[in-house]
């Protein structure tokens, strides 16, 4: 088997990017490929050179900018994709060129028009011409889990053979179910004969739901390269989130035994910068990095927090950047909770106290969706200004 070492290919600022609602500006993807320098990913994938004067643009300003990681700019099996490629990276400390065609009899037929032979020249042509860029060349079957098995393998061998360094075969419409992208990658690594050559590769998206899911399973196959987005932004239900994969390894490193150059705690940071850049928030109970993900309202879990915070997180706020977790006081918290907000902002109450603001916070929460440190020391108020019964 490889190494446990996982490379981390970042694609938010392409295939993140080119979702609706996710546009960015120049400036805007610099600032993003900074973040993600620090954050530790091994790749940037910049853009897609050939689509715009603007995407153009990106990948350069991208790779005049951050120089740590390695910058990679997409392109079709075409001569002059691959030329608009090459030049957005002649800026760049490490580039790669990441060249792409799809395989499946669906898409060759339907989409390209074009046969089997005629998918197999093209790719082994591009990645040849992509090497007079550069020595770091990926290749990608797109479709690649509906392609024809034995059609993938031929095609696989030939554009290793052609000088491609990192083999990508994305789960591309996200149709696959973990087990099932296991054993295809089980499959391909195991029948092409010079799969020992190159870095197999997995993309994942999360139409089923199943990306980060599949991701793993891919790992746990051979794969040694992931593609993935920052809080899973991408095409439709979007691509395999970063936060997910990289602490799905984390905490469950007995069963996923790999390691990144990801420094947890720029996670959170991260996923804000994003949110705040698109004006795209994720949902409030998104793994890792919504709003609720280290938040606790129901009392018996907030009594739990309270005294072991491993009865209810597996993960500590701090380890992905998030401040701390939040013991929200509504209808559903209880007593233990209610006072331990009330210390946390000075003030002691007596048992009795304790009680009536108890009751009266529940009450409130009934009323209102939050319950505000304003609110809690109105309530207490009220209840000290009251006349002793
Ligand atoms: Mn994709």
Redesign the pocket.
């Known amino acids: 088997m490889p190494t446990d070492r996982v490379t981390i290919f970042d694609?938010t600022l392409r295939?993140g990017e080119q979702a609706p609602g996710f546009s960015l500006r120049t400036n805007e993807k610099v600032q993003l490929a900074k973040e993600l320098d620090a954050l530790g990913v091994d790749l940037i994938e910049a853009g897609f050179p050939i689509a715009s004067i603007d995407d153009a643009e990106g990948v350069k300003q991208v790779a005049a900018n951050v120089r740590r990681p390695v910058i990679a700019a997409l392109a079709r099996c075409r001569p002059e994709d691959i030329d608009r490629a090459g030049e957005a990276l002649k800026g760049a400390e490490r580039s790669r060129i990441h060249t792409f065609i799809a395989t499946s009899d669906l898409h060759l037929t339907k989409k390209l028009n074009i046969t089997r032979d005629q998918c197999l020249t093209a790719a082994v042509a591009a990645v040849k011409q992509a090497r007079t860029y550069t020595d770091n060349v990926q290749f990608s079957a797109e479709d690649a889990t509906r392609t024809d098995m034995e059609f993938l393998c031929t095609i696989v061998d030939a554009v290793i053979k052609a000088g491609a360094t990192t083999i990508n075969l994305?789960d591309?419409v996200g149709y696959s179910t973990p087990d099932e992208i296991h054993d295809f990658f089980v499959s391909v690594i195991g029948r092409v004969h010079n799969s020992d050559k190159a870095v197999f590769s997995a993309?994942c998206?999360d139409d089923l739901g199943l990306a980060v899911a599949n991701t793993h399973a891919a790992l746990t196959a051979g794969v040694r390269q992931v593609e993935c987005t920052i809080n899973g932004i991408?095409?439709r239900a979007g691509?395999a989130s970063l936060e997910e994969i990289v602490m799905g390894m984390k905490v469950r490193s007995d069963r996923l035994p790999f390691t990144t150059g990801i420094k947890t705690e720029h996670i959170f940071p991260t996923s804000q910068l994003l949110c705040s850049l698109t004006g795209q928030h994720v949902q409030a109970n998104k793994a890792i990095v919504g709003r609720n993900a280290f938040a606790h309202e129901a009392g018996i879990h907030q009594d739990g927090m309270l005294k072991d915070r491993r009865t209810y997180e597996i993960m500590n706020p701090a380890d992905v950047g998030v401040p701390a977790t939040a013991l929200v006081l509504g209808k559903h918290s209880g007593r233990h909770a209610v006072k331990h907000r009330c210390e946390a902002i000075g003030h002691t109450l007596t048992r009795l106290e304790l009680d009536q603001v108890y009751r009266r916070i529940i009450a409130l929460a009934d009323q209102q969706k939050s319950i505000t440190d304003d609110d809690i020391v109105a309530v207490i108020n009220e209840v000290r200004l009251q006349p002793a019964r």
């Open positions: 694609t295939d994305p591309t993309h998206h991408g095409e691509n």
